[in-house]
């Protein structure tokens, strides 16, 4: 399992500069400072595969889509921009050619070394402020998924682990084994 630290550089940049990036630029912007982001390692986006594959299946017949690192304005008022691992989006008028406005229904972030900070603390913060119902952590090391309900006021969260299978609360008939979520295919 290949699990590589990823280098993030900040760089300070007005919105009209993040705005001409160009689109293969995995960068988060917060208003003054842009985010950039290496690639991320191979079996994070083996994890992703398995995440996506699970919903797409499931969402077939339903409203609703998923996405994979797709820019995400949480705010229409706010020049803050992120880019979730995994998203799914049940409202076609949040869609714009090039990003998501407004909240996802549920966001996955698959954790790596850098990020724990910016997903367990700053992130579960705006994505419950924006109004996204469910957030998912999913973390390579531990083996472990940490699931926040954002409708209630307590944020409940769950945490799933080892061979336990994870139900989603706002899509019900939605659930994923962990050894599924973590399986890292054989050649």
């Not at 690192?69 to 989006?89: E, G, S, Y």
Request: net charge negative.
């Amino acid at each position: 399992m290949e699990l590589r630290q990823m280098k993030e550089k900040k760089k300070h940049m007005t919105l009209e500069e993040f705005e001409q990036l160009p689109e293969n630029v995995k960068a988060e912007f917060d208003g003054e400072t842009v985010t950039f982001f290496s690639a991320p390692s191979t079996y994070h986006q083996e994890i992703s595969a398995n995440l996506e594959r699970a919903f797409y299946e499931y969402l077939k017949e339903l409203p609703c889509k998923i996405f994979a690192a797709v820019q995400v304005k949480l705010f229409k008022n706010k020049n803050k921009f992120r880019i979730p691992d995994l998203l799914i989006l049940c409202e076609k008028k949040k869609m714009s050619k090039n990003q998501i406005i407004g909240a996802p229904e549920l966001i996955i972030e698959i954790v790596s070394p850098e990020s724990i900070k910016r997903d367990y603390i700053e992130k579960l913060a705006e994505y419950n402020q924006a109004g996204v119902k469910e957030y998912w952590i999913v973390d390579p090391l531990s083996k472990k998924v940490t699931l926040y309900n954002l409708e209630t006021t307590e944020n409940f969260l769950m945490i799933f682990e080892e061979d336990m299978t994870l139900h989603s609360l706002i899509f019900g008939e939605f659930s994923i084994s962990l050894v599924d979520i973590f399986a890292e295919k054989l050649w």
